[in-house]
């Protein structure tokens, strides 16, 4: 698009495309973030509702307060420069706390890739539940995200490789562990239970926390969390085969014209001269499309109909409208392209909006913060490496396998020095024969996840052990189960949540039963 502004041009613009979408996809904890046709992320942030707009009247209804904590820059060194500190934000609300002499638990929500603000705004789990069970509410802000990030008074710029190399899931779960203990002791609470929740990332960082921290949390929610997609424990296809289900389930006809549609497409800029200007015409783009702009173009469709199907929520079900978009375009005898088209249209620009043209430039947008999504992608390009890949055309996308090394070289080219490891997440946390494994010592993890959601191909979907267990919804998107309740909740949804709750008042019994057992003992 002439007006556009500079390219990339030392990088191969499909995997740019990628390289973006998988870090994008990852940013849950993000579980909410507007609007719907942004790049996906991870994140449980990502969904067109609003519940981030009214994050201040929540702080304030919940009465939260705001503390920032001097937290140790590196865990895990003794050199001088590693007791650097810097300030990291977290909230917390006493309102329904029945206070330490109780020993009243403590309900700990761990951030993701996101700042507090769209924590306290989106994450209804504990505001929704914290008066019935007497819980003190914390919610704690993942280093070099929102406002905790470390001084450039203090370090090199952040976006220095140097610096971000502080920037890693183990550093951030001795944060946590740092804050709550400082907060217990704070509070004479060192008898309260620690319940932990995350979700997308964050759910990886609440069940990582409940095994490297079982002397700190008594208990983890980990949802959404795609904790075997590394490694080559879940196929790489996965993500897209879920997407690819959820539009067949709707509809074959949806289903069979968009798998249609990328040949068509490939086809109008390839044999006719004008197929640029078509294209451009039918999608009604802000700018004329030009040589290459077809890659935009499609990798616009697919975050499109992944981010339909990742947030597939009640009552509206994206997935639904996309497809009977779809199917009335086609009563009208319309063409494939035009077909696509109109579901666009009618998505992304529907009532007054009709008018508007389509901006792909700023759809393919990283993260709509450049630190938090600057930051972000430096997570995927160490530690945090999915192969989200499509090996071959069995699903509804064109087929792009994965490679790892076109990834790494990338990565190396946006970050100056870093160096993927594709191993580590399975070598510091597990994953291999996890059943084997977290049989034997874990405990208190509730895996939750909606199957309608592309990463529940890599989460935890059968029990473990009796108190390792995985709760699902087949109907179930991102997140859904910890944003906040709504009166017109499905039943489902309602069930699943309450199960949840009843597995985590049973380990708070249990605890309890110990607490008075090993006092007794003394």
């Known amino acids: 698009m002439a007006s556009r502004g500079p390219r990339i041009q030392a990088l191969d613009l499909p995997w740019l495309l990628q390289l973006i979408f998988l870090f994008s996809t990852f940013m849950i904890s993000s579980c909410y973030s507007p609007p ?4 996906p992320r991870l994140s449980i942030l990502q969904r067109p509702i609003t519940f981030r707009n009214h994050s201040n009247s929540v702080a304030v209804r919940h009465r939260f307060r705001t503390y920032f904590y001097a937290q140790t820059l590196d865990h895990f060194s003794y050199e001088p420069a590693s007791y650097t500190t810097f300030l990291q934000r977290y909230m917390v609300s006493s309102m329904h706390w029945r ?3 109780a020993a009243a638990p403590i ?19 504990l505001t929704d539940n914290a008066q019935k069970f007497g819980a003190l509410m914390v919610y704690l802000e993942h280093r070099y995200y929102g406002k905790s990030i470390p001084s450039r008074d203090n370090m090199q710029d952040i976006y220095n490789t140097t610096s971000l190399g502080y920037l890693n899931s183990g550093q951030a779960l001795a944060d946590y562990a740092d804050i709550i203990q400082h907060l217990k002791m704070n509070l004479s609470a060192e008898a309260s239970p620690v319940i932990v929740i995350g979700g997308s990332y964050g759910g990886m960082l609440a069940a990582w926390f409940r095994l490297k921290y079982p002397h700190i949390a008594m208990g983890a929610l980990a949802s959404s969390a795609p904790l075997l997609y590394f490694d080559d424990i879940t196929p790489s296809d996965g993500f897209h085969s879920v997407v690819s289900d959820n539009f067949r389930e709707a509809s074959e006809s949806c289903y069979n014209t968009i798998k249609k549609s990328w040949s068509e497409i490939d086809r109008m800029v390839l044999d006719q001269d004008n197929g640029l200007d078509m294209l451009t015409e039918k999608f009604r783009t802000c700018e004329p499309l030009e040589d290459g702009d077809e890659l935009e173009l499609k990798a616009y469709l697919e975050n499109l109909y992944i981010t339909a199907s990742q947030y597939d929520d009640p009552p509206t079900y994206p997935v639904s409208q996309i497809c009977n978009s779809i199917e009335e375009a086609a009563a009208r005898g319309d063409d494939t392209i035009d ?38 992608l430096w997570q995927a390009c160490t530690e945090l490496l999915m192969p989200i890949g499509r090996e071959t055309n069995e699903t509804m996308f064109q087929a792009e396998p994965f490679d790892v090394d076109s990834y790494s070289r990338m990565c190396r080219q946006l970050y100056q020095g870093s160096r993927l490891r594709p191993n580590w997440i399975t070598t510091y946390y597990g994953g291999h024969h996890i059943r084997m494994t977290l049989e034997k010592f874990a405990s208190n993890i509730i895996f939750s996840n909606g199957r309608r959601d592309p990463f529940s191909a890599a989460g935890v979907l059968t029990n473990i052990s009796p108190s390792v267990v995985a709760v699902t919804t087949s109907q179930g998107s991102h997140c859904l189960d910890i944003l906040p309740a709504r009166i017109n909740d499905p039943r489902w949804l309602v069930l699943q949540r309450n199960i949840e709750l009843g597995i985590i008042a049973g380990w708070i019994r249990n605890y309890y039963n110990d607490l008075r057992f090993y006092s007794t003992e003394k």
């Open 339 to 376: 077909r696509i088209a109109s579901a666009v249209n009618n998505l992304t620009r529907p009532g007054e909006n009709s008018g508007r043209c389509l901006e792909l430039s700023s759809e393919l947008r990283p993260s709509d913060d450049t630190v938090n999504g600057l930051n972000w």
């Open 36 to 39: 719907l046709r942004k790049i």
């Open 99 to 101: 206070g330490a002499l």
């Open 107 to 125: 309900f700990v929500y761990l951030g993701g890739e996101e700042s507090l603000e769209e924590s306290i705004g989106s994450i209804g789990f």
